[in-house]
């Protein structure tokens, strides 16, 4: 049955539980639609990861007509969820997808985006496998925006056409990220990583200006692979080069495996019908039981502070979150159990305002998201500390040598407060 966005969303009743499609993969039609009718409804839970582009769910005065209920913060949510008028599930990312399968949450109203059928009647979730095949698969009633813009994409996420209640044409561009020149801070970084990384190696990195910085250090490499929640353009290159090619991976050899991909239309081009990448469920793609049985994993993950003792917190500032506790836990674990693995967590040294990133205690209210007995290597623009095996007082030591120079007599004359 096709409808108008306006039509589809009237299935959507106070009390109701919605899934939004995550990432780039935000139904935008059937969004604003559902949000134009919030003087009808009332207590509507919005359940998601993240979403790129608008939610306007989240405006001032939305607050008795639409709660979220995310399991990761985006720049979209996170003014609303700071404010105490939405909030955030700390999840893995890995047992996100079996919050719907088991019932835990069940949702109403499933709102996703798909490409259009082919000629057997099968669509496919494009860029965004994650969480939202559970959600969809499980939801009592499915509503598609179908967009030619939607990259059909290989793996778990085909669906057939009658597996969706209603149907909204609606082809709009879809949400490409745009790239921030790379600072000295970032390229040193990533140059610190990328003597890290060995030949042969599996990469999980995110999006950003530290991942894209270690991936332009990565060209005299030989026959990397990948196995990450995400990834975004900064693999292009690598491919059309050759180094990654996945040669030496013993899960999905060959192939460029993944749960969602967020980045420019060459990207969306580059995964559109490409049977070299797996786009798959996150509670398998994130699987540290499967991660592990890649070589050499080497996973980079980004922090907002850590402690002396090697705790980090990656999902708040104090207490007030930030982003979420994502893949991040997954792949760090994973990668401790690979053959070779390589654990990373990368920060600059200071925040913006110049204050060290590296601290005697988290501050109150921080969650930790890595703990002090999964931490390995720890990178700064200032070098590398292998924090693995290491006693408190080596540690300390360690994360002194790569602190911002400014900050590390404060650091030093700060360690009698540990052991007081």
Known sequence: MTKTAQE??????????????????????LVQAMSDRHSELRNVSIYQIHT????????????????????????????????????????????????????????????????????????????S????????ETA???????????????????????????KVEGNIDLYEVEYAELSEENMAIGKNIAELIEDGSTLQMGIGAIPNA????????????????????????????????GKYKNKHKGYIVSSFVV????????????????MLDSDYVN?????????????????????????????????????????????????????????IIALSSTTSRGESKIVPFLKQGAGVVTTRAHIHYVVTEYGVANLYGKTIEERITELIRIAHPMHREELENSKKLLFS
């Open 129 to 136: 496998i994650d969480t939202s095949l559970a959600a969809m």
């Open 263 to 278: 980045g420019s239309r060459k990207l969306y081009d580059f995964i559109d019908d490409n049977p070299s990448v797996h």
């Open 287 to 343: 699987s540290p039981n499967v991660i592990q049985r890649n070589p050499k994993v080497v996973a980079i993950n980004s922090a907002i502070e850590i402690d002396l003792t090697g705790q980090v917190c990656a999902d708040s500032i104090g207490s007030k979150i930030y982003s979420g506790v994502g893949g991040q836990m997954d792949f760090i674990r994973g990668a401790s159990l690979s053959e070779g693995g390589k654990p």
């Open 140 to 166: 009592k009633f499915v509503i598609a925006q179908i967009n030619d813009k939607m990259p059909r994409t290989h793996g778990d996420g085909i669906i057939h056409i009658n597996d969706i209640d209603i």
């Open 214 to 245: 270690v991936l332009s250090f990565l060209g005299n490499h030989k026959d990397l692979g990948i196995h990450s929640e995400m990834f975004s353009d900064g693999i292009l290159p690598l491919v059309e080069s050759g180094v990654i090619n």
């Open 8 to 29: 589809s969303v009237k299935h959507i009743k106070s009390n109701d539980n919605v899934f939004i499609h995550s990432a780039a993969a935000a139904p935008s039609l």
């Open 52 to 127: 790129e582009g608008p939610a306007p769910y989240c405006n001032e005065g939305m607050e008795d007509s639409f709660i979220v209920k995310a399991m990761f913060v985006g720049a979209n949510t996170r003014k609303s969820i700071r404010n105490g008028s939405n909030s955030y599930i700390p999840i893995f990312l890995s047992e996100a997808p079996k919050l719907f399968r088991k019932g835990v949450i069940k949702i109403d109203v499933a709102l996703i985006t798909v490409s259009p059928p082919d000629k057997h009647g099968y669509c496919s979730l494009g860029t």
